[in-house]
């Protein structure tokens, strides 16, 4: 059985950080590309960052230069280090595991506010 957990949101004030963290369980996860996605109320789901299953990254804009994502395959697991967050930054977010099938996990919420 696949699983994708997501853990470490929570509740932080604007300029604070937190790490997202994705496992993964029933996968060979170094296969696979994983991608953090976030949904805010009453907004469509939209993509935060990806690396590849060789490392590479990218970014949507929003998270350039404050977001970074990186992965330990020998844990099964990939974060998101999130720094000078911003209350547009609150919403639930999502990994997402990519190869010859997609995976989500359940989501964590994050909530920037003072």
């Known amino acids: 059985q696949v699983q994708l957990v997501e853990s470490g949101g929570g509740l932080v004030q604007p300029g604070g950080s937190l790490r997202l963290s994705c496992a993964a369980s029933?996968?060979?996860?170094?296969?696979?590309?994983v991608g953090w996605y976030r949904q805010a109320p009453g907004k469509a789901r939209e993509w935060v960052a990806s690396?590849?299953?060789?490392?590479?990254?990218s970014y949507a804009d929003s998270a350039k230069g404050r977001f970074t994502i990186s992965r330990d395959n020998a844990k099964n697991t990939v974060y998101l280090q999130m720094n000078s967050l911003k209350p547009e930054d609150t919403a639930v977010y999502y990994c997402?595991?990519?190869?010859?099938?997609?995976?989500w996990g359940q989501g964590t919420q994050v909530t920037v506010s003072s």
């Open positions: 690396i590849t299953s060789g490392g590479s990254t």
């Open positions: 997402n595991a990519v190869w010859v099938q997609r995976y």
């Open positions: 029933g996968i060979v996860f170094s296969h696979y590309s």
